[in-house]
Nanobody
Framework: QVQLVESGGGLVAAWGSLRLSCAPS????????MGWFRQAPGMEREFVAA????????YYSDSVKGRFTISRGNAKNTVYLQMNSLKPEDTAVYYC?????????????????WGQGTQVTVSS
């Protein structure tokens, strides 16, 4: 059963912006660290960004630092990924995930729940 639902993906021109959302289904993830990962065709799934349960700490991969911003909603249950200055190499399926341990936020294996992904395509 689906636990996390992503939305906001789509087709955008290079240097454009998109905002992804991740909302819970059937339960709350307020006490979980939340992360965004992405997977391009033929590539492994990779870490993009993460945020602590309180929202006070954020983490980014070097490839998106300065362009993407992760945040949590007021109720701490919804997570957003604001993506600016998008590049064609950002094209991928983006996944939201929940990490109960609050540690190792850049490692896939530490995430217990995953969404089904949303496609982001950046045209050159």
């Amino acid at each position: 059963q689906v636990q996390l639902v992503e939305s906001g993906g789509g087709l955008v021109a290079a240097w454009g912006s998109l905002r992804l959302s991740c909302a819970p289904s059937r339960r709350t993830f307020r006490n979980y660290a939340m992360g965004w990962f992405r997977q391009a065709p033929g590539m492994e799934r990779e870490f993009v960004a993460a945020i602590s349960s309180s929202g006070s700490s954020t983490y980014y991969s070097d490839s998106v630092k300065g362009r993407f911003t992760i945040s949590r909603g007021n109720a701490k249950n919804t997570v957003y990924l604001q993506m600016n200055s998008l590049k064609p190499e950002d094209t991928a399926v983006y996944y939201c995930a929940a990490n109960p341990s609050q540690t190792g936020v850049d490692r896939l294996l530490n995430y217990e729940y995953w969404g089904q992904g949303t496609q982001v395509t950046v045209s050159s």
